[in-house]
């Protein structure tokens, strides 16, 4: 269970905020299961929002602050991946995220819903006992709203914590 809460900063007078004026909520389930030097892992998950009711109050055409509501968003994510050794492994990755539709003041905004679907890789490869370098790829496979986008990331992991296998 993962829940949003409303933190950070908030002005109804703008569009875009930093802050979140909602609570959100989001309940997983999830599956793994290993063969030999392969791992499948499946997650499914639904995300529901509570609705904003100080939602831009300078819209054209507003009286004051307007509530806004989403719709709740699904979403699933696939992994499979393959250990070439001990923490050297590689995976291929996909997810599929659907809904979300918003409405503002009860009038729904069909050009809001979403369904996405980037796919991904990330390879871990281990540089010490206690050190390994990650690289991942991402790109959408199909984007209905929202950015289309890739995204390239190195990240650097240090275990201190027992000792690695």
């Known amino acids: 269970m993962t829940v949003s809460t409303p933190t950070g900063q908030y002005d109804r007078a703008r569009l875009i905020n930093i802050g979140e004026n909602r609570w959100s909520f989001k309940p997983e389930?999830?599956?793994s299961r290993r063969w030999n030097h392969w791992i499948f892992d499946a997650y499914c998950a639904?995300?529901?929002?509570?609705?904003?009711?100080?939602?831009y109050s300078n819209a054209p055409g507003s009286n004051g602050p307007n509530r806004q509501t989403e719709q709740p968003m699904g979403a699933t994510?696939?992994?499979?991946?393959?250990?070439?050794?001990?923490?050297?492994?590689?995976?291929?990755d996909v997810n599929y995220w659907y809904g979300g539709e918003t409405s503002l003041n009860g009038k729904p905004t069909p050009t809001t819903l979403q369904a996405n679907s980037p796919l991904?890789?990330?390879a871990a490869v281990p540089i010490s006992k206690h050190q390994s370098i990650k690289f991942s790829y991402s790109g959408g496979t199909y984007v209905r709203f929202g950015g289309d986008y890739k995204t390239v990331s190195v990240a650097w992991q240090y275990s201190w914590l027992g000792r690695p296998n």
């Open 29 to 31: 389930v999830g599956l």
């Open 46 to 55: 639904v995300w529901f929002f509570t609705a904003n009711d100080n939602f």
């Open 77 to 92: 994510e696939v992994h499979l991946s393959y250990d070439i050794k001990p923490r050297f492994w590689t995976s291929i």
């Open 120 to 122: 991904g890789a990330t």
